[in-house]
Nanobody, 124 residues
Framework: QVQLVESGGGLVQAGGSLRLSCAASGRAFSTNAMGWFRQAPGKEREFVTGINWSGRSTYYADSVKGRFTISRDNAKNTVYLQMNSLKPEDTAVYYC?????????????????WGQGTQVTVSS
């Protein structure tokens, strides 16, 4: 089992920045691929970004490419999401997810473990 706890969400003005953290506990974090997803009211959960077990490979949704950066610190069992140049359309609950294999995937149902989510609100 892997337990995930997100933090760092909040209210920010358009153009601002936030850094989300996801702390993992349980089985070996360093062998898990990790992903960030988000879900806005009335919309389906969507892939934001993923990172492989080593941190050497990442992938971003087109909507966040160039603005968001995912990273991980396996010594601290933590994955991060740095969000810059935030837009009102980035408003959503952001979820951290872990996959029981070493490489990320863009589909939510490929991830076995999920955090409780953290709210990000971007005002215009």
């Amino acid at each position: 089992q892997v337990q995930l706890v997100e933090s760092g969400g909040g209210l920010v003005q358009a153009g601002g920045s936030l850094r989300l953290s996801c702390a993992a506990s349980g089985r070996a974090f360093s062998t898990n691929a990790m992903g960030w997803f988000r879900q806005a009211p009335g919309k389906e959960r969507e892939f934001v970004t993923g990172i492989n077990w080593s941190g050497r490979s990442t992938y971003y949704a087109d909507s966040v490419k160039g603005r968001f950066t995912i990273s991980r610190d396996n010594a601290k069992n933590t994955v991060y999401l740095q969000m810059n140049s935030l837009k009102p359309e980035d408003t959503a609950v952001y979820y951290c997810a872990a996959r029981s294999v070493t490489f990320y995937h863009t589909l939510a149902n490929e991830y076995q473990y999920w955090g409780q989510g953290t709210q990000v609100t971007v005002s215009s």
